[in-house]
Structures are given as structure tokens and as C-alpha cells.
């Protein structure tokens, strides 16, 4: 069985990332929340503007009050106000000054803002008492950035932070990187639809609901094949026909050692190579990882097929640990791609047979000792998806490991970001 690692890199290497050219698209700003740049930004803008104050307070000479003091304070004759969004008109003359405010301007002939704090104002006059730092409070002209050099590069996803730097740049509309379209079909003819009156044996397909989810919280377009029973003939065409609208096509159940478990079998009939057949990993060891070749409806990389283990919390799993990476890889997004670990103090003790690596799902909080991880309440079997609510977390068992006390530190993959 492959460890997990290796089958992380393996998944990896067999995706080709979409076509910054070829693969793009413009949307406007504020539709933008989630993208990948196509493409690096650059701005004609220098960030600051223009040479402005940091302080409320009085934009002076420094030549004027660099020996000021308590006891040799300076007056200096106030030459106007300069309020946010205006432009001064004076120049600053030795014994001069104006009033500033943060944000604004600063006028020329200045080159340092003493803070209000500082200061003393009667009428048009304003009295230093203590000597600044020559071009203290100061932000000049280009200091965060300068015209013409990379702004944002292409990879970049775009959330709240860089929709506000592209809004500053006035970039209306952005290039970016098409979404990739996932396939997503559930396998079991005891699958129905979620307003089905349930007869004996049946159950909902939950895990298209999950799974079309978290397509697109990683960034793709769900595209949302249905639930298909166990018959060989209606899966071949179900996953035929999901292969060619496809970049990449999950489907769920299935892929285990079972009487009714076809999809290994259709996906060789339809002339896929298969790369992973299992992984060592609990819950979700049966993983199919496959590629079809390039072809007229995928003329430009090849289509990558995972066949994920039908028990919801395995379907989950699987997906966190190996397609999201995948699905972000190809949607053209800059590494790293697999999910963030951090060290967290698990609260409660944590076995596992030490034969595969397990994870353990719960709930990651942040303490003033730092991260803490509570295991999910209730059973970890894989078949129970009930206690999944509110999981952002799995906690890592290596393989050899059996036991991890509770206060020990454990590693842990972040699953609820993007
Ligand atoms: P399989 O991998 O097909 O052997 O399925 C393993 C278990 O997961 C069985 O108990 C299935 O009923 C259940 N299962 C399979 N597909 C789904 C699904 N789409 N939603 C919820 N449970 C499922
Ligand atoms: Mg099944």
C-alpha cells in the first residue's frame, strides 16, 4: 500500500496545471472573490501617492524645530489646514507650518510632521515643545510600492486582501484563470435523491452534496453528474460522458474489493491507465487515482479520475488529503497546494492500529498556549457522518504509531480553509 505521502506527490506530478493564456478569463473586481491570477499586475500608481502624513498634527521644517525643547519651544506661523482629500497651496517657508491631517498631502518646503501631542495651537500660531526626527511621520511618495514593478503576481488567489490592493490599483477587471471543471458522481443502487421517500436498504446520496461543496470552496465548477446504481453498462456511460466535460472527475463508492464494486474494472474498459488503486491511509484506503490521455474534448492535458471510497467521512477525507490539492494545482494556483499543518495539543488520547496513517477528525481552537485539538465526539467510523459537524481539523497518526497521549503534541491538517 502507498504511503500517503508518496501518494500525495504522485497525485501531484500527474496534474498539468490550466494554460495562463489559453485558460483565461476576465471578470470585474467584484467578481472576482476566489480566482487565480492569470496573469503577474503591475500599477502606474506609486503606493503612498504622493508624500503624505502618517499623524494628525503640523508638517514643518525639520531645519525649524531640530532644537526645540520644553524649554526652547518653537512657534511657527500656520499657513493653512490641508484636510483629507485636498491639495495645499502654500509652500512652506522657514517659521511656517500647516496644519495636517493623517492621510493628507503633505504641502512642499515641509519634510516632517510633529504630532499634535507636541504641540500647543493659539489662533494661527502653533508652539513645538519637542524636536522631531528629521522626516518623522512622514510616508513618502512610492515607499510600499513603485510604479511599473510587480504588484500581484499570476498564481495569486484573490481574497479580501488582494481585492482591496487591486481595487487601490484601480483594476476594474482582472484576468483570471478559468475555473477547472470537476465532475462529481455517486456510485450504489441504494443512492436516492434527498426528497425520495426511503425504502428499506436505501439511504440519501449525501456525499454529492459534500463533495459538490467543497469543488467549489476549492475553486472549481461542480458540475453535478447524479447518483448511477451499481450496473456496469449505465456507469460506463455515466463516466464516459463525465470524462468528456471534464479537466477532472470524482466519483464516489465503488472502488473497494466488493461484488459490486466496478469502477477499477469500466475505468481500464475505457482505457484509462490506473496510477494508485489504495492508499495507506484510515478511513479511506480504497483510492482510485487515474488519467485518461489527452483527447478532442481535453485537447491540452489529460483527465484526471479519482474514485474516492463511498463512506462519507472516508469521501471527505480523501478529498481534503488528495483532490483539493489536486483541484488547486490545476485551477493554476501558486504552491503550496496541500493542506496547512500545525502542531496542536490534542485534549483527549488518540489510538490507532499503527498499520495505516489515521486521522482523527474534530475540532482545531486557537488558546492562549496556543493550537488545541478536540476530537470529534460519538464514533470515528467511517460510516458515521454525524459527527462531522463542525470538523476543521484531522489529527495525524503515523503509521507505527498506536497511542498518542492526551496533552501530547500532534500534528494536524487545517481542512476548512481554502
Ligand atoms: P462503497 O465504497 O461503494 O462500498 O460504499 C461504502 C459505504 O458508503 C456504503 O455503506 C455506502 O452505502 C456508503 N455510500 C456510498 N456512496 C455514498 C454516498 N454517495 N452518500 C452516502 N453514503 C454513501
Ligand atoms: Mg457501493
Not at 484510515?282 to 474516492?308: D, I
Request: charged residues 15%; negative net charge; proline residues 7%.
Amino acid at each position: 500500500m502507498l504511503p500517503a505521502i508518496q501518494a500525495e506527490q504522485q497525485i501531484l506530478d500527474l496534474i498539468h496545471p490550466l494554460d495562463a493564456h489559453l485558460d483565461r478569463e476576465t471578470v470585474a473586481l467584484g467578481h472576482a472573490l476566489g480566482r487565480i491570477l492569470a496573469t503577474t499586475i503591475t500599477s502606474k500608481l506609486d503606493f503612498p501617492h504622493w508624500d503624505n502624513s502618517a499623524m494628525d498634527g503640523y508638517a514643518v521644517r525639520y531645519e525649524d524645530v531640530q532644537h526645540c525643547s520644553r524649554d526652547r519651544p518653537v512657534a511657527l506661523t500656520i499657513m493653512e489646514e490641508i484636510p483629507a482629500g485636498t491639495q495645499p497651496h502654500h509652500l512652506i517657508q522657514p517659521g511656517q507650518a500647516a496644519r495636517i491631517l493623517t492621510g493628507s498631502v503633505m504641502p512642499a518646503g515641509a519634510d516632517t510632521v510633529v504630532m499634535q501631542e507636541d504641540t500647543q495651537r493659539d489662533g494661527d500660531r502653533v508652539t513645538i515643545f519637542t524636536a522631531p526626527k528629521p522626516q518623522a511621520f512622514v510616508r513618502h511618495q512610492g515607499a510600499f510600492y513603485q510604479a511599473g514593478a510587480p504588484l500581484l503576481g499570476g498564481g495569486i488567489r484573490i481574497q479580501a486582501t488582494e481585492m482591496a490592493i487591486l481595487a487601490a490599483a484601480q483594476c476594474a477587471e482582472v484576468a483570471v484563470y478559468r475555473k477547472p471543471r470537476v465532475a462529481i458522481l455517486s456510485t450504489g443502487s441504494e443512492l436516492v435523491d434527498l426528497e425520495q421517500p426511503l425504502q428499506p436498504g436505501q439511504i440519501v446520496d449525501s456525499n454529492r452534496y459534500a463533495l459538490m461543496v467543497l469543488v467549489a470552496q476549492a475553486g472549481a465548477e461542480p458540475i453535478e453528474i447524479g447518483s448511477i446504481p451499481d450496473d456496469p453498462a449505465a456507469l460506463k456511460s455515466a463516466i464516459a460522458h463525465a470524462i468528456a466535460t471534464a479537466d477532472l472527475v470524482i466519483s464516489s463508492g465503488g472502488v473497494s474489493v466488493g461484488d459490486y464494486d466496478y469502477i477499477d474494472e469500466i475505468l481500464a474498459d475505457l482505457g484509462a491507465t490506473i496510477h494508485i488503486r489504495s492508499v495507506a491511509v484510515r478511513p479511506g484506503k480504497p483510492l482510485t487515482v487515474a488519467t485518461f490521455s489527452a483527447s478532442p474534448s481535453s485537447p491540452h492535458r489529460p483527465t484526471l479520475y479519482f474514485g474516492l471510497p463511498g463512506n462519507p467521512v472516508s469521501a471527505l477525507v480523501t478529498f481534503w488529503r488528495f483532490v483539493q490539492p489536486a483541484i488547486r494545482k490545476l485551477a493554476g494556483r501558486l504552491s503550496p497546494w496541500a493542506p496547512i499543518v500545525v502542531n496542536a495539543r490534542t485534549q483527549q488520547e488518540l489510538r490507532s492500529d499503527g498499520k495505516r496513517e489515521t486521522y482523527v477528525w474534530g475540532q482545531v481552537q486557537v488558546t492562549n498556549g496556543g493550537y488545541e485539538f478536540h476530537v470529534a465526539g460519538g464514533s470515528q467510523s467511517s460510516g458515521n457522518l454525524i459527527n462531522l459537524a463542525g470538523t476543521n481539523a484531522l489529527a495525524v497518526i503515523a503509521i507505527g504509531q498506536t497511542q498518542i497521549p492526551a496533552g501530547a503534541t500532534v500534528s494536524v491538517l487545517l481542512v476548512n480553509g481554502d
